[in-house]
């Protein structure tokens, strides 16, 4: 099976080791340290192991940033029928359990990652709603601190970058160039028609003998 942004890996050997996963953007990168199979961080975390648990631990991390109706689809093509509402569960299950975590970008569906414990941050592209990691600039958390804590004991701070993604900006100055230079063109004959127009004005007024 290929191996996505975040997948789980299954050790060849007790000992751990990494591996590289890598992000579209700019050739992000990021290293995952290689974890235990999902049935034992399940049993670790005091978690009944069943075909359901697994899959959804599957699918969301070999998709980073994956819908829950996503997972869904992904889920059922594995293990056969699961409804929706199971998902959720086992999604909510997982995620109070810091084995998952779950993102809600403003107008957009809740998405789920297996890229906990780091302190990230993410971008998000306004045009097409392409989400990808950033690693955080502090590297600790809470990487932003409050002019006010109003007394709260702040342990994390949650950062999106909001903008256009680079395939949308480029796509963006292409169709701006193709607009202009289909402006041109008109622009040009609208100057040789007034050219036009001012001569036969000049030749009509000349007086006649």
Known sequence: MGLGAGCWIQPQAPSSGSVQCFESLQNLRYTAEVVNPPAELLRSRGIQVTAQRLAVLRAVSCAPHITADAVADAVRSEIGSISLQSVYDTLGLLVAEGLLRRI??????????????????????????????????????????????????????????????????AQSRATEAVATDTRRPRARQTARAGRVTSRAARRDDTPTA
């Open 104 to 169: 809600q970008p403003s107008g957009s569906p809740a998405r789920f990652e297996a890229r906990v414990g780091d302190n990230h941050h993410h971008l998000i592209c306004r045009t097409c709603g392409r989400l990808v990691d950033v690693d955080c600039a502090v590297h600790a958390a809470p990487c932003l601190t409050p002019s006010n804590g109003q007394g709260y004991e702040i342990d994390e701070a949650e950062v999106a970058y909001w903008g256009r993604c680079p395939e949308c900006v």
